[in-house]
């Protein structure tokens, strides 16, 4: 009875090992089954991260769409003056400063005639040794500016200079700088627009003066 007992608690345990081996193998998956829990390998890891930098980087490095302003070399006053990159309006407009060579064939030829409203004006006129000059009042469109007309003036007070037409500096007199009719301002300073043509208007003073042209150089910078 005692070697009966003996086998069959050792047929237990064999049956039991037997079931545990049996409960183990039924957790691996079978083929053509994905297990849930997915394995990812190292290279895996370092090629998803590199693409996803690379996504990043991309997004990143695309710029939003700008549209710079275009400039044109220049000069200031003269040919020797400092360098600087202006646009062609800001050259070409009445009274620049910007020294551009061959500045006639850049703007379409020579400055265009400009009014001048005189709203004051010296009691007398002068001799051949007197210098005119205009100060600007602030008053300005796109067709006029207002302005006092002086005589002998400090260069401070003064604007612009009425100049002679053959573009020399000592525009002396009446009947050098006042005209009856529009003259061909040849540039104190060629290449620029400072020196331009215009006419003096005298209506708003209430007589019965006619218009005068002239040719004046405008005062910029020292």
Request: aromatic share 6%.
């Amino acid at each position: 009875m005692a070697a009966a007992s003996t086998y069959l608690i050792a047929e237990k345990n064999r049956d039991g090992q037997r079931g545990i081996t049996r409960a183990e193998a039924g957790t691996t998956a079978s083929p053509g089954k994905r297990s849930a829990a997915v394995t990812t390998s190292p290279e895996a890891v370092t090629a998803s991260r590199a693409a996803g930098t690379t996504e990043a980087g991309q997004k990143k490095k695309a710029p939003a769409a700008t549209v710079s302003a275009t400039c044109l070399p220049a000069t200031y006053k003269l040919p020797t003056g400092p360098a600087t990159c202006e646009s062609k309006k800001d050259i070409c407009t009445v009274r620049s400063p910007y020294y551009v060579k061959n500045i006639n064939s850049l703007c379409g030829g020579p400055p265009a005639l400009q009014r001048v409203n005189i709203i004051s004006e010296p009691p007398t006129g002068g001799d051949p040794s007197v210098f005119y000059c205009v100060a600007w009042t602030g008053s300005a469109s796109d067709t006029f500016r207002d302005a006092v007309l002086l005589m002998n003036a400090p260069g401070y007070q003064c604007g612009a200079d009425l100049v002679d037409p053959s573009g020399t500096r000592d525009a002396l007199g009446e009947a050098i700088v006042f005209y009856d009719t529009e003259q061909d301002c040849t540039p104190l300073y060629p290449g620029t627009r400072l020196t331009y043509p215009a006419v003096l208007d005298y209506s708003s003073l209430g007589d019965q003066e006619s218009p005068k042209y002239v040719c004046l150089t405008e005062h910029v910078g020292a």
